[in-house]
């Protein structure tokens, strides 16, 4: 089965770059999907399918997805995009769904 | 637009039950699977269970298998998730999901969120 591990923080300066990792085994094989969710607010979709952005969510958001590792960019990053990420997956072999444990971002 | 609302949370006693609900609108209810996530204070998020669209296939976390159960009742546009033996573990937001149409559960994604439910759970 899936474990998901996620870097607890990241911080970075406003109009640079964050990077969030989300490992597990060969997760490469696996459609990976992401979420923003601000403090006390609802999980919201950025990512899906590893690297497609939902209408709405700006192009600054990007995805890829191989091997060890799944990534999650935002470019150019604003002081609202300070949130906790979480990257998701469907572990088939079992049928659950898995959440890595989050990263918090913060906007210098 | 899509909505989804929960409600039944509050603050009830270690080994007593509730039950959450969920009403969803703007969309065909009896098209979708749905789920629900959990959220304890602070902490990230929990997957909880999934109910087929015809309610015949339900799948639960390994924490809570045996004490939550999964139910919908698509002439009501309703989900609900029956808690039972209550724990303080069980402390958190209640997130009703919706995935994208239709039967595979493979690749599963969350595309719609209600604004979630708390439970606390006093001992």
């Known amino acids: 089965s899936f474990v998901l591990a996620q870097p607890p923080s990241v911080s970075v300066a406003p109009g640079k770059t964050a990077t969030f990792t989300c490992g597990a085994n060969n997760i490469g094989s696996k459609s990976v999907h992401w979420y923003q969710q601000r403090p006390g607010q609802a999980p919201v979709l950025v990512i899906y399918y590893d690297y497609v952005r939902p209408s709405g969510i700006p192009e600054r958001f990007s995805g890829s997805n191989s091997g060890n590792t799944a990534t999650l960019t935002i470019s150019r990053v604003e002081p609202g995009d300070e949130a906790d990420y979480y990257c998701?997956?469907?572990?088939?072999?079992?049928?659950?769904?898995?959440f890595g444990g989050g990263t918090k971002l913060t906007v210098l | 637009q899509v909505q989804l609302v929960e409600s039944g949370g509050g603050v009830f006693q270690a080994g007593r039950s509730l039950r959450l609900s969920c009403v969803g609108s703007g969309f065909t209810f009896s098209d979708y699977g749905m789920h629900w996530v959990r959220q304890a204070p602070g902490k990230g998020l929990e997957w909880v269970a999934v109910i087929s669209l015809d309610g015949s296939n339900k799948y639960y976390a390994d924490s809570v298998r045996g004490r939550f159960t999964i139910s919908r009742d698509n002439s009501q546009n309703t989900l609900w998730l029956q808690v039972d033996s209550l724990r303080s573990e069980d402390t958190a937001v209640y997130y009703c999901?919706?995935?994208?149409?239709?039967?595979?559960?493979?690749?599963?994604?969350?595309?719609?969120w209600g604004q979630g439910s708390l439970v606390t759970v006093a001992s």
């Open positions: 998701q997956l469907w572990d088939s072999s079992n049928d659950r769904g898995v």
């Open positions: 999901a919706r995935p994208p149409p239709g039967i595979t559960l493979a690749s599963t994604k969350f595309d719609n």
